[in-house]
């Protein structure tokens, strides 16, 4: 069953002679449950092909329909509210609240949306995360793989229908990097989270059921890796 629609997506920064493509008629299709790796040199418009994914930011043309809904003919807010409820953000740079210590940033999305915690899941995520022992710290007490540990539970916490990561191995060891994406590949198995992971690491890639390759904006191979 297909969670992820692309169709002929682009998106151009700039007008007239200072215009630049970054992503140049982008479609593909996603089944629920997928594992999916986005590589391709810098440049090459992975993270705004991510960010586009993840409604945030807005395309020049085409469509993303995520659970049959077409996301950008939303409204702002509802489209936020969409977001918020359907899709799991990380990050390479955590985007972690300072004031706020790991359970109050891992269950912001649902305080926002005004939801109640279910804290059997919940205190399971923290156990997963190895982060139980730390409910109570800031992120500046938090090392760099106990951060994005806690960007995940923060991306986790809502269930979404599609989890997107952004390079979120790129600020880490390489004990730290295997942690995270085994972490990641739990989140797929158990949850049968949807997961599209941006990534420079050909060994990470490896790891998903499907590479997709882009240059300069544009889809050059989609090969499955595992089925």
């Known amino acids: 069953m297909k969670i992820l629609t692309v169709e002929n997506l682009s998106k151009v920064y ?14 593909f299709e996603v ?9 391709g040199p810098s440049g090459s418009g992975k993270s705004t092909l991510l960010h586009i994914l993840g409604g945030v930011d807005r395309p020049s043309g085409g469509r993303v329909l995520i659970e049959d809904t077409d996301i950008y003919r939303l409204d702002e807010t509802n489209l936020a509210i969409f977001r918020r409820r359907q899709v799991g953000l ?24 005004q939801k109640k915690v279910d804290r059997q899941f919940l205190q399971e995520l923290l156990s997963i995360l190895n982060l139980t022992d730390r409910i109570n710290h800031l992120p500046n007490e938090l090392s ?9 539970g923060r991306a986790l916490i809502n269930q979404p229908a599609l989890v997107l990561a952004d390079e979120p191995t790129g600020n880490l060891d390489s004990k ?10 739990l989140s797929n198995k158990r949850y049968h ?6 990534t420079h690491d050909h060994g990470i890639a490896l790891q998903a059921d499907r590479i997709i390759t882009l240059e300069d904006g544009r889809i050059v191979k989609d090969e499955v890796v595992r089925s």
Do not use: M, W
């Not at 700039?14 to 479609?27: E, F, I, M, Y």
């Not at 990380?90 to 949306?113: A, G, K, R």
């Not at 730290?176 to 990641?184: A, F, G």
């Open 176 to 185: 730290n990097s295997r942690e995270i994406v085994e972490l990641l590949k």
């Open 144 to 152: 760099g793989g106990e951060q994005q540990r806690v960007s995940i």
């Open 193 to 198: 989270q949807t997961l599209i992971v941006i």
């Open 14 to 27: 700039g007008k007239g002679d200072t215009a630049v493509k970054a992503l140049d008629g982008v479609s």
């Open 90 to 113: 990380i990050y390479q740079f955590y985007n972690l609240i300072p004031i706020l210590n790991v359970e109050e940033n891992i269950t912001l999305p649902l305080l926002l949306d």
């Open 31 to 39: 089944e629920r449950g997928e594992f999916v790796a986005i590589v």
